[in-house]
């Protein structure tokens, strides 16, 4: 749900991997194509990073699939096939470099009737599942609401939600739904008193909704337990319970802080333990805190973040949202984003996280592709990702690259093959089909659409989607960078050139897109892996590390400290492999494809002068 807050603003300031459950044991699967010995293994949560079996840290990296199931078309799920879902896999890794993917389910379709699973709903939606999986691609389920219900809305409402069934909405009698003066629809979330009644009926339990809402995700989690493959199993990340949690309206007394503590975080250890009931022992919780906790607007900020939460530690990641209501709001931000806009507001997701003792993600974030605000999508898209790398401005990161940080998993908002092409009745009006955007409340945030010959096609700038980052570091990383050169309309975006003090490294560049990796050896098995998009071609990539130079790398093999090899799942998209046999030493790894044929000398001198400059900043 992307727009909630700022939307809302906008009128208010105008198993460690192996598999137990109940049932037949799943089928050995086949070898995903493409794979190596050391993909596709369970990851843990440990010492704040994901960490996979060889040692790694591991940083997911992709998008939500997606809104599609907050709709009733092809009835709560992702897509309207398995081919389709196959084909936006594919494409996802492809075009996207997405290695993980945020998988929405619903409660609605999930039980249509109180106390009765849909095993029909859960078996396509496991099948649709598998389709990114059996691509490489890792997956993390998550059980999707907004507005607590859609059969809160009636038929000629301007809005609609998604979630709870129609047999949780009938117990509550709510009153019919009226938002008032709400220009947006996020500004149900707060003014709307029959979603504010539901929203609260969830959170105290009232009609026993929470507890048919566990046992549902329960029977959810060892259906997918049982009927994937060990190998689909290892691939499933952990479990999102339930999106952008609110109060709906705090008890006498009681403010965020206090809620998380007493309703929040409790449900969260329901959850947990349901998890565990079905096999997902070794598997974390992404537990989201109240949707406004990270506000960035302080006007609207709530305080949360989990804080009296503890330790959270291996069995749960810190799991948060992230738009620029400013800039969604069209007042409070009247240009573009700029470099290191969001370094402060992804900082603060680091160190909840780190103070938490567990690893983070931003499941969500984005920005509108249409209206009034869509323009400023080029800049506040490459400012997040850029935040997601590192915490330290382009501007100063060459001189501070230490202070980078972890870098983060995030999934994009969103990845919607029917983007423009729905056909939903809103709130079952025939009279009210939807067909463009998302189809729904006017949202239009998918990275793709697809085109009249059935091929899906990127929306964004691919520059900007498609990445380099550390998919897998073999040690810890120290810092990363990636320069994307993305393009705001025919203008370059370029905010982290190589300083004119690196001469001989700002030659090798050029005006090409570059990444730099610095890391310190582990223990880790496995060599270090980054994603190459699709804009550096193996015949014109190079590499300059301490581990050697290479322009057009050769063919990965474990002798070979710099080799390419292709990404699991047969997509065509390729790895660069960083193969170290030491411990504690640091390492660095300059990218680039802007370079060509460059000579010996001028590898030498490059990879002289980041010798140097990583002694001194590291």
């Known amino acids: ?48 990073r994901f960490v996979d079996a060889t040692g790694r840290e591991v940083v997911l990296r992709g998008y939500n699939v997606s809104g599609e199931t907050k709709l009733d078309e092809n009835n709560g799920l992702p897509f309207a096939s398995v081919a389709d879902a196959k084909k936006s896999a594919t494409a996802l890794r492809a075009l996207g470099g997405g290695n993980a993917v945020r998988f929405l389910l619903s409660w609605a379709y999930a039980e249509p009737v109180r106390g ?63 938002c008032g003066i709400c220009f947006f629809w996020g500004q149900n979330i707060t003014q709307n008193a029959a979603v504010t009644k539901g929203q609260y009926d969830f959170w105290h339990n009232n009609y026993g909704l929470q507890d048919a809402f566990l046992a549902t995700a329960q029977s959810t989690m060892t259906y997918l337990a049982q009927h994937l493959t060990t190998a689909e199993f290892a691939g499933v990340v952990g479990f999102d319970p339930y999106n952008e949690p609110f109060a709906g309206t705090y008890d006498s007394g009681q403010a965020s802080r206090t809620w998380e503590a007493s309703l929040l975080w409790p449900f969260y250890q329901k959850f947990r333990a349901r998890m565990d009931a079905a096999g997902w022992q070794s598997k974390p919780a992404f537990v989201e805190p109240n949707l406004f906790w990270n506000s960035n607007i302080d006007s609207q900020k709530q305080e949360g973040g989990l804080l009296d939460a503890g330790t959270l530690g291996s069995r749960y990641v810190f799991n948060t949202h992230f738009y620029d209501q400013k800039a969604i709001s069209g007042i409070l931000m009247w240009g573009n984003a700029s470099d290191g806009q969001y370094a402060t507001d992804f900082g603060t997701i680091r160190d909840r996280a780190s103070a938490a003792g567990t690893t983070a993600i931003v499941s969500e974030f984005g920005h509108p592709l249409n209206g009034t605000v869509a323009g400023k999508a080029p800049t506040v898209l490459k400012a997040m990702y850029q935040a997601l790398d590192s915490r330290v401005p382009g501007a100063s990161w060459w001189t501070s690259p230490a202070n980078s940080g972890p870098v983060l998993s995030g999934s994009q908002w969103q990845w919607d093959i029917y983007n423009g092409r729905h056909h939903e009745l809103m709130n079952d009006n025939p009279d009210k089909v939807l067909t463009s955007g998302d189809a729904w409340n006017d949202e239009d945030l998918s ?60 030659s090798l560049v050029g005006s090409g897109q570059y990444s730099l990796l610095v890391w310190r050896s582990g223990s880790a098995t496995a060599p270090t892996e980054l994603h190459l998009p699709a804009s550096f071609p193996t015949a014109t990539t190079t590499v300059v590390s301490d581990l050697g130079t290479a322009y057009a790398p050769p063919a990965y093999t474990s002798s070979t400290p710099v080799g390419v090899a292709p990404e699991p799942g047969g997509t065509g998209s390729r790895r660069l492999l960083l193969t170290d046999s030491d411990s504690g030493v640091l390492h660095y790894a300059l990218v680039t494809n802007g370079a060509t044929a460059p000579s010996a000398t001028l590898l030498s001198a490059a990879k002289s002068e980041l010798a140097t400059w990583a002694a001194a900043k590291f």
């Open 116 to 178: 009765q699973v849909d095993t029909a709903y859960l078996a396509a939606a496991t099948a649709q599942m598998q389709a990114f999986l059996d691509t490489g691609i890792r997956v993390y389920p998550d059980f999707h609401q907004d507005l607590y219900s859609r059969y809160l809305f009636n038929t000629g409402s301007w809005y609609t939600g998604d979630g709870a069934p129609k047999w949780a909405v009938d117990l509550g009698s709510y009153p019919q739904e009226y």
């Open 1 to 48: 749900m992307p727009n909630i807050r700022a939307r809302l603003l906008v009128v208010l300031v105008v198993l460690c991997g192996f598999l137990t459950v109940v049932g037949a044991s799943p089928a050995t699967a086949a070898t995903v194509p493409d794979s190596l010995s050391f993909d596709g293994t369970t990851l843990i949560v440990s010492n704040g």
């Open 447 to 506: 990275a793709v659409n697809m085109t009249d010959s059935g091929t899906v096609a990127l929306r964004q700038d691919a520059r900007l989607l498609d990445r380099i980052y550390p998919s897998a570091t073999s040690g810890s990383t120290a810092a990363f960078t990636y320069e994307d050169r993305s393009r705001d309309g025919s203008t370059t975006l370029t905010w982290n050139p190589v300083p004119s003090s690196l001469p001989n490294v700002s």
